[in-house]
């Protein structure tokens, strides 16, 4: 019996939450990809909150003229990572979400490395 890709990736993203967890002085960050846009949130798991967020449909990322996604996506890894700095947040825990650590998943990480977050 063959897994269909949304199957698959809830298994893969149900094995890496059984290691990552995030705490409330490391939180996690976790992604979720559609097809159009990028999202990530930061989430505190000891208290069961999401701290903050942000996406690829934020005025900041959305009115840029036409850039492809990846660009995108690394738009909101620095903005995700300017946000966590106002917030006080430095180290966090990275979250792929059952994706593979590729294309705009990796450009979201390496630009909140950029913007200051320690992975």
Request: charged residues 35%.
């Amino acid at each position: 019996m063959s897994l269909t890709k949304t199957e698959r990736r809830k298994r893969i993203k149900l094995r890496i939450h059984k290691k990552v967890f995030g705490t409330s002085e490391r939180p996690r960050v976790v992604i979720f990809r559609s097809n159009k846009q990028i999202y990530a949130q930061v989430v505190d798991d000891e208290n069961g909150k999401t701290l903050l967020s942000a996406s690829s449909r934020e005025k900041e990322v959305a009115s840029a003229d036409k850039v492809n996604k990846t660009e995108q996506a690394a738009k909101v890894g620095k903005l995700l990572a300017g946000k966590c700095k106002e917030a006080g947040i430095n180290n966090i825990v990275f979250d792929r979400g059952g994706y593979k650590y590729h294309g705009r998943v990796k450009a979201l990480a390496e630009a909140a490395r950029e913007g200051g977050l320690k992975f």
